[in-house]
């Protein structure tokens, strides 16, 4: 195999992902909020560039993983590894967010732990393994590795096209000069 076959692989494993929620619109409910949240959450952090997670958010955030959780589990007939699965991500959830809430690690782990980018886009993924015929197996779950990798780049790609909201408001006051 040459490199544009794996390359190829590789798109075919990430498109999964991306192309779910237009495979399985039952999802879509669930989806919705994960998608729509890391949205807004990165474009505000690149329209305010000066501006870092905080313990509020970080604490709202693990909240996602919680409510996700409890979602699946209450809407979903799930086989025993996606019980696990989703009893692990309210653990997790549950866990992050103590941690978060009562300041018990120090700012830069707990920002990078219960970022958006990580948050919201395990818990999509997660959603794609339980809601979804996609299993999570062998190269399955490389197409997941890749898709959250590629996720997180995308979005600091988009925040770094941003143009900063101090700039503006500078720009705004010398432009009203």
Known sequence: MDYYDNAYELFELVRVFIE???DNPDI?????????GAVVIELYFGKHKTEELGWNTS???AVIWVSTGLT???TETLTTPELYATLTLIGLGTFIGYMDFFHK????VAYTVSSAGVIYTLAYILVIFVKTP???VGE???????FFLGTILAFKLIQGFETDQRR???SAGINSL
């Open 20 to 22: 779910a929620p237009i």
């Open 28 to 36: 879509v409910p669930t989806i919705l909020p994960l998608v729509a």
């Open 59 to 61: 604490v709202g955030n």
């Open 72 to 74: 699946l589990y209450i």
């Open 105 to 108: 690690w120090s700012p830069a």
């Open 134 to 136: 996609v299993q999570p």
């Open 140 to 146: 399955n779950l490389y197409g997941a590795a890749v």
């Open 168 to 170: 503006n408001q500078f």
